[in-house]
T-cell receptor, first 113, second 107 residues
Framework: DAGVIQSPRHEVTEMGQEVTLRCKPI?????LFWYRQTMMRGLELLIY????????DSGMPEDRFSAKMPNASFSTLKIQPSEPRDSAVYFC???????????FGQGTRLTVV | AQRVTQPEKLLSVFKGAPVELKCNYS??????LFWYVQYSRQRLQLLLR??SRESIKGFTADLNKGETSFHLKKPFAQEEDSAMYYC?????????FGKGTRLHILP
């Protein structure tokens, strides 16, 4: 297995544009997490899914952020419209079951200018 | 509510000296605790977990429920230990992280 795959690796966009980040979890894992990493706040949990169902989205900062998991092998995190303060590294992670370790993707570095 | 606190943003230690990265947690149930490491230009990866009680790359961490701590320790620092270290708690099916500590090993 290639591990958790995220795309794109880097994204530069103008303020106001829509941004879509993509994630392919490890096959067979039933939990998927989206995190945002910044210098100020470290790793923040935005939302997580269990068996494709969103369980807790309390970490999503604003309504401009949305996430979907249409099937067990794909998830998206969308920001619309994007703002400069959304600039960060966004990580996707998956885990096999409760209490298990999380496996991380390489992250997407988002820059909003 | 779940919370993980890493009080130090940066820790500089001389090569060969002992290392201790602090982590305190808050959780009402029985937590699963982990340490993750992120080396330069690499993805986050698991370093160790409290249930396995093992030593990885010379690092150990003991869960102290009385003090709600899970400090990471290594007796003799090596230059390749320089990295970002995150303490994490898995409770209620979600994994939350502390803000991380950057460990800088001085030659």
């Amino acid at each position: 297995d290639a591990g958790v795959i995220q795309s794109p690796r880097h994204e530069v966009t103008e303020m106001g544009q829509e941004v879509t980040l993509r994630c392919k979890p490890i096959s067979g894992h039933n939990s998927l997490f989206w995190y945002r990493q910044t210098m100020m706040r470290g790793l923040e949990l935005l939302i997580y899914f269990n068996n494709n169902v969103p369980i807790d989205d309390s970490g999503m900062p604003e309504d401009r952020f949305s996430a979907k998991m249409p099937n067990a092998s794909f998830s998206t995190l969308k920001i619309q419209p994007s703002e400069p303060r959304d600039s960060a590294v966004y990580f996707c992670a998956s885990s096999l079951n409760q209490g298990a370790e999380a496996f991380f993707g390489q992250g997407t570095r988002l820059t909003v200018v | 509510a779940q919370r993980v606190t890493q009080p130090e943003k940066l820790l500089s230690v001389f090569k060969g000296a002992p290392v201790e990265l602090k982590c305190n947690y808050s959780y009402s149930g029985s937590p699963e605790l982990f340490w993750y490491v992120q080396y330069s230009r690499q993805r986050l990866q698991l370093l160790l977990r409290h249930i396995s009680r093992e030593s990885i790359k010379g690092f150990t961490a003991d869960l102290n429920k009385g003090e709600t701590s899970f400090h990471l320790k290594k007796p003799f620092a090596q230059e390749e230990d320089s990295a970002m270290y995150y303490c994490a708690l898995n409770g209620d099916d979600k994994i939350i992280f502390g803000k991380g500590t950057r460990l800088h090993i001085l030659p």
